[in-house]
């Protein structure tokens, strides 16, 4: 097991893909699928030969409309996860929990991310946990909380109001003294937004390049392509969850976070290369 202070560097010199590794029985895609630990080891790896970059594993949903789990059952479910993933691989670990005694256990079991969907607002002791590990942090901007926030959204000015929160964000962490270089933003695709919002979101991501923080984008199989698109089976949204994981590169993420590892990693080391040599080439 590693030490409990985290010593994680992410660089970013290409996009870095995420796995999104779910032990909970009720996510919207795929719920129940990976709920024994045993499941979630064999996904793990499997997501790492794919070419997964990070795994980040979750023990709550935050699906709309999905209940809290407490502290001791997150914990149940995410713990032996992470340690018997950490026996097996020597890949950065993220994990998807809003609350600060979760999160102490995750890192002392081998995690080196905490990925908060609350922005450090859920959890006033979250900041110091993360600081005190020198642990590496997302900070996602979310309206409301899972029970309520898609209950018709609005904003006056979308993209000010949430580069606003997740400047509030940041301000929570700069004060608890975690270091600028290990936060990475998330603008919360479908977290208290509605179809047009998330497309805005994509249209417009460099602007958040204002906040001098790493992008991480999750459009995986969300509910907003499946309107575009008219499919209801997330699992089906594999082409629209692509388009957008593209579109989200070129217009600045740094990290997508996915279920579908291959072919995510596969689009985006296409982008990447589209970006870093199309400048240099020349006709004829």
Avoid at 6 to 19: D, P, S, V, W, Y
Avoid at 57 to 74: K, L, Q
Avoid at 166 to 176: D, T, V
Avoid at 273 to 282: C, F, I, R
Wanted: net charge positive; aromatic share 2%.
């Amino acid at each position: 097991m590693r030490p409990q202070k985290a010593q994680i560097h992410l660089k970013f010199e290409r996009t870095l893909i995420m796995g999104a590794l779910n032990v909970t029985p009720d996510s919207f895609s795929d719920g129940g699928k990976f709920f024994s630990k045993k499941d979630a080891i064999a996904r793990a790896i499997q997501m790492a030969r794919d070419g997964a970059d990070i795994i980040d594993i979750g023990g709550e949903s935050t699906r709309p409309g999905a209940s809290d789990v407490d502290v001791a059952e997150e914990a149940r479910r995410v713990v032996p996860v992470i340690e018997g993933i950490r026996r097996k691989l020597d890949i950065p670990l993220s994990v998807d929990t809003k609350k600060s005694r979760v999160a102490v256990e995750a890192l002392r079991a081998g995690a080196d991310i905490i990925n908060d969907v609350s922005g450090l607002k859920n959890d006033d002791a979250m900041a110091d946990v993360v600081a005190s590990h020198s642990a590496a942090l997302i900070v996602m901007h979310m309206k409301g909380t899972p029970q309520d926030m898609q209950a018709a959204p609005r904003y006056r000015n979308l993209i000010n109001e949430i580069i606003g929160g997740l400047r509030e964000s940041l301000a929570i962490a700069r004060r608890a003294g975690i270091a600028k270089n290990k936060i990475i933003i998330d603008p919360g695709i479908g977290f208290g937004k509605t179809v047009g919002h998330n497309l805005e979101i994509l249209n417009r991501l460099k602007e958040f390049k204002v906040l001098k923080c790493p992008i991480c984008v999750g459009t995986s199989r969300k509910s907003f392509i499946g309107k575009v698109l008219d499919i209801a089976d997330p699992a089906e949204r594999l082409t629209g969850t692509i388009a957008s994981c593209v579109i989200a590169i070129m217009n600045g993420a740094n990290i997508i976070r996915v279920h579908d590892i291959k072919e995510a990693r596969a689009a985006a080391l296409t982008a990447d290369s589209v970006m870093n040599t199309g400048a240099h080439l020349t006709s004829g």
